[in-house]
């Protein structure tokens, strides 16, 4: 405050035209400066107030329990090497070294990766399409969105065993319609490609409705003008769907991505189920893997410190994706 | 768009209903069938209808007392991490506060741990705390997956309504609960619909969690089935049957919550 009532003044004293230009850059710039705070501020109208924290208290406070007590003693283990439980050893960072070089972690985790990419790449658009085929309004509402809520409602080990019967080639329809009314050999206990279409199929029918009841609640909040604005301009349903709809999905898809990507990177009970990792290692993903060296194995050690790059690579690859999809189209 | 419903439309719909319905209706189908039928040769309609896999589900105490139990330790945490949520969600939408950004993906972070990187702990800490093998563990348990997930969809919700209802409200003379209680949730009643069922639904489903933290008294139907599998071979009616019950309880709550579905969110800041 006092260096801007100073600045008049400094011109009032008849300095040169060189200092007096200087100054007025100066203030010019600290007008925009000012203007651009208050833009902010009227962007994002929130008050400020720390006593805010009150309310979330509740939420840490359960989070805490569940989440960063459990992850501490991970990180303990992660550090340690465990031969019994009043026999450990401080071995730092040993196990993260060990772990990241070993190469069947490293295979697990690049066929992880190549599971999630898929999985987004095929759920996210079917999921769209599905929600801007759902009817609008009238009776068939209800019906189809309780149809299509379905899959996600079932244990996962119940879809597991769903599809590790649908998909047998013997007894079960799915394996049996591609084997005999397709024509093609199919076996997914057998054949590694056979395997990973067969929980990749499975995935698809669990969760594209996950992806399509966000998108159909996404589209609904779209007043009806948008539309008929649309159609006085004689806008094809490609170019209504691109420019009025797609823009207004970006909050619920953006969950939708979200949430797919890190629940199918964590994939484990259904493929548990149904290939048990196999055939040879064709479908052991991170998670499978993980859990037969936390649990089969029993070794703490190494189990910890593969869970903590496990859910660092979760959390970056979430960042990435936060950060990206909350730019676009901003 | 309007009611003028392009054929394509109708045809996605129909394939996509009929992928979707195979797999559940081939479950229905050996949940009716006995054992034998199942395995012994492969056919569209079942030869043989039967419903003593429900009757056996409906009179063996571990089959449906295990369905109770997931039940209640669902609905606990539903409700629970509603509880909890709320007033966060609240603060995330209507203050800035120090932290707020940090505090907000954080929480998300935790949606994203490998539940297999928790077993081990929560089996000791529920164990030590007393809480193993009990409704309110599990529901609690479940709470880690569920709170930040509630957070983030009542937050967009609330982010939707203007903040002028809270200043009128306060020069009306309303302390913020009462506002809170009176005014705001029959405001978005329809976000609290919409989070309980995804509360419910993601609790409903988990298994690994549950399985590890329970033993007998709040075993989950879920783990009841593997457990099953394992004893006498495997009785694939039986687990049919008990596949197709498990689809009720969630297909009440979205029964429940479709028009709130229906009419539509948008989730304001993600």
């Given at each position: ?54 309310l ?275 | ?82 509880v909890?949520?709320l007033p966060?969600?609240y603060?995330?939408?209507r ?63 609330m982010?939707?309504i203007p903040?002028e209802i809270d200043e009128t409200a306060a020069i009306d003379g309303y302390s913020l609960p009462r506002f809170f209680v009176t005014i705001f949730l029959p405001m978005i009643r329809s976000a609290i ?78």
């Open positions: 405050m006092s260096e801007r009532t100073a600045a008049p003044a400094g011109q009032a004293d008849g300095r040169t035209d060189d200092q007096a230009d200087r100054r007025a850059d100066r203030r010019a710039e600290r007008r925009a400066e000012r203007q651009a705070e208050e833009g902010e501020r009227r962007a994002d109208p929130r008050r400020r107030n720390n006593r805010a924290w009150l979330v208290l509740p939420v840490v406070v359960s989070v805490a329990f569940t989440a960063v007590i459990p992850l501490m003693t991970v990180v303990n283990f992660s550090v340690q090497d465990i031969f019994s439980p009043g026999d450990r050893l401080f071995v730092g960072l040993e196990w993260f070294r060990s772990v990241s070089r070993d190469p069947e972690v490293r295979a697990a985790f690049v066929r992880t990766l190549l599971f999630s990419a898929q999985v987004l790449l095929l759920e996210i658009p079917l999921g769209v399409l599905l929600a801007v085929s759902m009817p609008r309004r009238g009776v068939w509402v209800s019906v189809t969105l309780v149809l299509v809520a379905l899959p996600l409602l079932i244990p996962w080990n119940v879809v597991g065993t769903i599809w590790q019967i649908f998909a047998r080639p013997d007894i079960g329809l799915g394996g049996w319609a591609v084997n005999n009314v397709l024509g093609l050999e199919f076996n997914y206990t057998l054949d590694a490609t056979d395997a990973w279409i067969t929980v990749l199929a499975m995935d698809v029918w669990h969760w594209t409705p996950l992806v399509a009841l966000l998108a159909y609640a996404g589209l609904r909040s779209i007043p009806d003008p948008y539309f008929q604005a649309a159609q006085i301009d004689g806008a094809s349903a490609w170019a209504t769907f691109r420019h009025i709809q797609l823009p207004r999905l970006r909050g619920v898809l953006t969950i939708a991505i979200l949430l797919r990507f890190m629940d199918s990177f964590m994939i484990y009970t259904e493929p548990f189920v149904v290939t048990g990792g196999g055939p040879g290692n064709a479908t052991s993903f991170l998670s499978i893997l993980l859990s037969k060296i936390a649990v089969g194995q029993f070794d703490l050690g190494p189990a910890g410190a593969f869970s903590l790059l496990y859910f660092l690579a979760v959390q970056i690859v979430c960042y990435v994706f936060f950060t990206v999809l909350t730019r676009t189209g901003r | 768009m309007g009611d003028r419903r392009l054929p394509w439309k109708r045809t996605v719909l129909w394939l996509y209903g009929i992928t979707l319905l195979l797999p559940l209706l081939w479950m229905f189908g050996m949940s009716i069938r006995p054992n034998q039928d199942i395995l012994g040769s492969f056919s569209l309609i079942p030869q043989r209808v039967t419903f003593d896999n429900y009757v056996t589900f409906f009179t063996n105490s571990v089959w449906y007392s295990s369905y109770l139990n997931s039940i209640i330790y669902t609905s606990m945490n539903a409700v629970m991490s509603l909890v949520a966060a969600a603060a995330f939408s203050f800035r506060f120090a932290g707020d950004k940090h505090l907000f993906f954080w929480l998300l972070t935790n949606r994203m741990a490998p539940p297999a990187v928790f077993l081990l702990p929560f089996f000791q800490i529920y164990q030590a705390v007393g809480l193993f093998d009990t409704h309110l563990g599990v529901a609690i348990a479940h709470m880690l997956f569920n709170v930040p997930l509630a957070v983030w969809i009542l937050e967009g919700f982010s939707g903040r619909g919409v989070t309980l069922f995804f509360c419910f639904m993601f609790s409903w489903v988990e298994l690994l969690i549950a399985r590890t933290i329970t033993s007998v008294d709040a075993k989950p139907i879920a783990a009841t089935m593997t457990r099953t599998v394992s004893a006498a071979g495997v009785d694939w009616g039986l687990l049919a049957a008990a596949g197709v019950l498990t689809i009720v309880p969630g297909a009440i709550v979205i029964w429940f919550v479709r028009n709130y579905i229906a009419k539509g969110f948008s989730l304001g800041r993600v």
